[in-house]
């Protein structure tokens, strides 16, 4: 019974759990249509809403904007919205630091989290998975002695809070694993390890 029990499980928890994660997406994109007005409103001239209908017009709205903004005419506009945005105090420092980490996230020539690494944390001897997000610059790269990089650390089974840690090159491992393989491996705190690449390259 408990054998059963357990395979039960282990095929209805992630789908339950797929499904919740869907959901909840959806179900938050869609809130995008309440900026349509009320005559727009599917319920207005169907008389019931269509889930997912707010995802399709999020993606529309994303894709028309990346087309605007390819090309010239677009990209004046854009400036002169940032030129704005940068004349407003608080608006200004989030807008700005959002910004850069977005464009160095998204941009194809960016190397962020490009990399995954072998780092010890939070002590020598215990050792975790990290991901390489460029190098100390600033002030900062004055102070440091040799060859450094910028390491982003994540938490278990939450990866999107973490650790920023600055650390010497020859620290730091780089692995043989893609960073989709790396956060299977972090999200589910060790259970489902990458394939071990190195050790077929051996055989």
Do not use: C
Request: glycine residues 8%; proline residues 6%; without cysteine.
């Amino acid at each position: 019974m408990k054998k059963y029990l357990i395979t039960g499980l282990l095929i209805w928890v992630p789908l339950v759990i797929t499904v919740w994660v869907l959901s909840v997406l959806v179900g938050t994109l869609d809130q995008t249509l309440l900026l349509l007005p009320d005559n727009w409103q599917p319920r207005a001239w169907l008389g019931f809403n269509i889930p997912g209908l707010g995802v399709l017009l999020t993606l529309a709205v994303v894709l028309l904007t990346g087309m605007l903004g390819a090309n010239i005419i677009g990209q004046r506009l854009v400036k002169i919205w940032e030129s704005l945005l940068s004349r407003i105090p608080v608006v200004k420092s989030l807008y700005s630091s959002v910004k850069q980490v977005s464009d160095t996230l998204f941009s194809s020539s960016g190397q962020a989290f490009r990399k995954a690494l072998l780092v010890q944390y939070p002590r020598q001897g215990s050792w975790t998975v990290a991901f390489l997000t460029g190098q100390p610059g600033g002030d900062v790269a004055n102070y440091l002695t040799g060859e450094y990089v910028s390491v982003y650390v994540p938490t278990t089974p939450n990866p999107t809070s973490g650790f920023f840690l600055m650390m010497p090159r020859a620290d730091v491992i780089e692995l043989d694993m893609n960073v989709d393989e790396a956060l299977k491996y972090i999200i589910s705190m060790g259970v489902v390890p990458p394939e071990n690449r190195s050790a077929e390259h051996r055989a």
